[in-house]
């Protein structure tokens, strides 16, 4: 089965620095997600992406996040200056469709801890 | 503001044994869906439902949606070591909405 695949797996970094997370969704899919997990918490939406620009955003999205397709295979996500508080694990996810019966495909995510 | 609740949030049984786990909303969806999660995993899509009723059998589990399409189960039958794991319902209002997640049922069998 295709799969989305996530870099890194694991992303340590200071307060203050900015971060890039990375993600090759399926190479045929036009719907693009990002969702973070706090540990022990519920899996959050953040953002969805479509047709090059962002779809919808929830009220953790603020002006610290950013996503970005820059070519027809990666769909990045850029936290500008980190706080320890964006620690959690972070899954991009992609579908073919908007359609409520498509799959949403996961990526097994990028654990994100900020010192 | 759409909402998923699940219940039990943990649960653990006896190999053998079988379990219901209840996903609950205000809001009305057009789907539901059900994922399984491993451990530094991400989720993984287990049965999508859609129509208000509908009855869907993966080996030993059954999901059904209800009719009102606010609320489904997940029944597992003779449950097995290799049940465990956190089981996410998630539901998406209309086509083309994002997908949002309820909480989550931790289970672990025991054998």
């Known amino acids: 089965e295709p799969e989305v695949t996530q870099t890194p797996s694991h992303q340590v970094t200071q307060m203050g620095q900015e971060v890039i997370l990375r993600c090759v969704p399926i190479?045929?899919?036009?719907?693009f997600y990002w969702y973070r997990q706090i540990l022990g918490q519920k899996v959050e939406f953040l953002v969805s992406f479509y047709n090059n620009e962002i779809s919808e955003k929830s009220e953790i999205f603020d002006d610290q996040f950013s996503v970005e397709r820059p070519d027809g295979s990666n769909f990045t996500l850029k936290i500008r200056s980190t706080k320890l508080e964006d620690s959690a694990m972070y899954f991009c996810?992609?579908?073919?469709?908007?359609?409520?019966?498509?799959?949403?495909?996961f990526g097994s995510g990028t654990q994100l801890s900020v010192l | 503001t759409q909402l998923l609740e699940q219940s039990p949030q943990f649960l653990s049984i006896q190999e053998g044994e079988n379990l219901t786990v209840y996903c609950n909303s205000s809001s009305v969806f057009s789907s539901l869906q059900w994922y399984r999660q491993e451990p530094g995993e991400g989720p993984v899509l287990l049965v999508t439902v859609v129509t208000g009723g509908e009855v869907k059998k993966l080996k030993r589990l059954t999901f059904q949606f209800g009719d009102a399409r606010k609320d489904s189960s997940l029944h597992i039958t003779a449950a097995q070591p290799g049940d465990t794991g956190l089981y996410l319902c998630?539901?998406?209002?209309?086509?083309?909405?994002?997908?949002?997640f309820g909480p989550g049922t931790s289970l672990s069998v025991i054998p």
């Open positions: 998630a539901g998406q209002e209309t086509s083309y909405d994002k997908v949002i």
């Open positions: 996810a992609s579908r073919l469709t908007g359609a409520t019966n498509e799959k949403l495909f």
């Open positions: 190479s045929n899919h036009l719907y």
